[in-house]
């Protein structure tokens, strides 16, 4: 069965910091894992997908590794700004339209 | 191109009543999954439909229960509530060729007092 730890579950940081989020599962055999974000009480947005060929993504600030054979992938924030707190949250799914299986999330904080 | 909306977004009810949300997926996309996010976790799979079919389910108990109609919005039915069914409900659509993200909607807060 397929479980995703995020690690740290809170991270407070000063504004301008670069932080890094981890993100591990247990089944290397994923199909694609994907990156959120989730502002309280709402849904979630989309920030990057890594399909399983590659090893990372990159959008505007945001950079996402993938090491499928540790099962690890990381999320590196540039330059960090107050705009940026919610939570994180990775999630993989191990076949073509498989349930997603998601982490508990990161609880971002950004201070200015 | 529209994207997932869920209605309602706030919906408080009493133990043992009967709950229906309701999802419309992206235009184009014939797969809608649904969710429950309790405070704190990340979202856990309840089911998938699939051209009105139910394709796959998650752990949860016979009472949570869902449709999806032929223009592809689906609703998720929820009978004799409890107190653990307070969460964020979630839907999910996509293309259902198993290439495509999955776009989530707003979601609906369900309270169960």
């Known amino acids: 069965k397929q479980e995703v730890t995020q690690i740290p579950a809170a991270l407070s940081v000063p504004e301008g910091e670069n932080l890094v989020l981890n993100c591990s599962f247990t089944d290397s055999a994923i199909y694609n894992l994907q990156w959120f974000r989730q502002d309280p009480g709402k849904g979630l947005t989309s920030l990057l997908l890594i399909q399983s060929s590659q090893r990372e993504q990159t959008s505007g600030r945001l950079n996402a590794s993938l090491d499928k054979s540790s099962g690890r992938s990381t999320l590196y924030i540039a330059a960090s700004q107050p705009g940026d707190s919610a939570t994180y949250l990775c999630?993989?799914?191990?076949?073509?339209?498989?349930?997603?299986?998601f982490g508990k999330g990161t609880r971002l904080s950004v201070i200015a | 191109e529209t994207g997932v909306t869920q209605s309602p977004t706030h919906l408080i009810k009493t133990r043992g009543q009967q709950v229906t949300l309701r999802c419309s997926s992206q235009s184009g996309h014939n797969t809608v999954s649904w969710y429950q996010q309790a405070l704190g976790q990340g979202p856990q799979f309840i089911f998938q439909y699939y051209r009105e079919e139910e394709n796959g389910r998650g752990n949860f108990p016979p009472r949570f229960s869902g449709l999806q109609f032929p223009n592809y919005s689906s609703e998720l039915n929820v009978n004799a509530l409890e107190l653990d069914d307070s969460a964020l409900y979630l839907c999910a659509s996509s293309s259902g060729d198993g290439t495509d993200t999955q776009y989530f909607g707003p979601g609906t807060r369900l309270t169960v007092l």
């Open positions: 999630a993989v799914w191990n076949s073509g339209n498989t349930p997603l299986v």
